[in-house]
T-cell receptor, first 113, second 112 residues
């Protein structure tokens, strides 16, 4: 069964460093998303991406964040200068009109020290 | 008022029990309702998907939506230890393309 994959599974970084989280969505999906889940809190929407542009973003998704689809398979989330409060699980999800709803990857656990 | 509310638990029941998990919501525009299961430190896995009001059954799982009360439920019959996980409700106004709004998640333990 097709699935969303994410790399790395874990990342530890120093405050102020840039990180790039990578996702490979399900191959025929056209809508892509990033969510995050701070430990013990709910899953929160960050950004949605369709047709090579951001279609919606939350208040969390400020100028420190950016997304890109650099080729036909990868979808990336970049955090330019990480803060302690960026420590969370980051989930990528994808969707296509033939699917019932969004399908999630296993997540990247980001720890900012 | 939070957009989606879900009792975080934890909820602990014996094997074989019927489990009832619930969410309430405030946004009347929500029409698509999902239940995801999340094992510790893993991604949400789609369990049930329903549109508008009504019931949907899949094996031991039944999802109910009551839009008039803004209340959704997930029932698990003959619960198994492997059902132990966090259950997340999620909803949206538009199928799939729009952001999902999640509840807090209910942590469920099924005791053998």
């Amino acid at each position: 069964e097709p699935e969303v994959t994410q790399t790395p599974s874990h990342q530890v970084t120093q405050m102020g460093q840039e990180v790039i989280l990578r996702c490979v969505p399900i191959s025929n999906h056209l809508y892509f998303y990033w969510y995050r889940q701070i430990l013990g809190q709910k899953v929160e929407f960050l950004v949605s991406f369709y047709n090579n542009e951001i279609s919606e973003k939350s208040e969390i998704f400020d100028d420190q964040f950016s997304v890109e689809r650099p080729d036909g398979s990868n979808f990336t989330l970049k955090i330019r200068s990480t803060k302690l409060e960026d420590s969370a699980m980051y989930f990528c999800a994808s969707f296509t009109q033939d699917a019932e709803t969004q399908y999630f990857g296993p997540g990247t656990r980001l720890l900012v020290l | 008022q939070k957009e989606v509310e879900q009792d975080p638990g934890p909820l602990s029941v014996p094997e074989g029990a019927i489990v009832s998990l619930n969410c309430t919501y405030s946004n009347s525009a929500f029409q698509y309702f999902m239940w995801y299961r999340q094992y510790s430190r893993k991604g949400p896995e789609l369990l049930m998907y329903t549109y508008s009001s009504g019931n949907k059954e899949d094996g031991r799982f039944t999802a109910q939506v009551d839009k008039s009360s803004k209340y959704i439920s997930l029932f698990i019959r003959d619960s198994q230890p492997s059902d132990s996980a966090t259950y997340l409700c999620a909803m949206s106004a538009v199928r799939g393309a729009q952001k999902l709004v999640f509840g807090q998640g209910t942590r469920l333990t099924i005791n053998p």
